[in-house]
């Protein structure tokens, strides 16, 4: 816990304003209102702390970048990806955003939006795995179950 915070505060004192900037908070507001029903529907899972007693926030913001969700205590993010994301140019976007967050210490969860209707006991797995750091070889990118 105290490394988790010294990470934290680090990182706001390295680059203030890094976590939920106030110059992205319309936009953020703005993204919460019109989610998606796949984002409406994980929020569902993840809202009120009711995963593990963590709590997530919605069309979070770090340094440039909105995440669909963010456990800032556990350093994870989120995201849901619908068929746009497929496309080579969004594929390389997301790499490259991935890649810093992960460099600030995040682990980034990448899921498709058809999971969370199809498989949603196994988008909550996958997440308390990354809670309680049962992540030996896991890849991220998750897809399906079973691949």
């Avoid at 980034?108 to 750091?133: A, G, M, T, W």
Wanted: net charge positive; hydrophobic share 35%; charged share 35%.
């Amino acid at each position: 816990m105290v490394d988790l915070f010294f990470s934290f505060t680090y990182i706001s004192m390295k680059n203030k304003n890094l976590l939920n900037r106030k110059g992205l908070k319309s936009f953020r507001s703005s993204l919460r209102n019109r989610s998606t029903s796949a984002e409406a529907a994980l929020w569902n899972i993840l809202k009120s702390k009711n995963l593990e007693g963590r709590k997530f926030r919605r069309q979070y913001s770090i340094d440039n970048y909105i995440v669909d969700f963010c456990c800032p205590s556990e350093k994870i993010i989120i995201e849901l990806d619908g068929d746009s994301h497929g496309e080579y140019h969004k594929i390389q976007k997301d790499e490259i955003r991935d890649n810093f967050l992960e460099s600030l210490g995040f682990t980034v969860l990448r899921f498709e939006n058809r999971l969370v209707f199809q498989e949603p006991e196994f988008i909550k797995d996958e997440i308390r795995k990354v809670i309680h750091k049962e992540r030996k070889g896991f890849d991220a990118r998750i897809n399906h179950p079973g691949q």
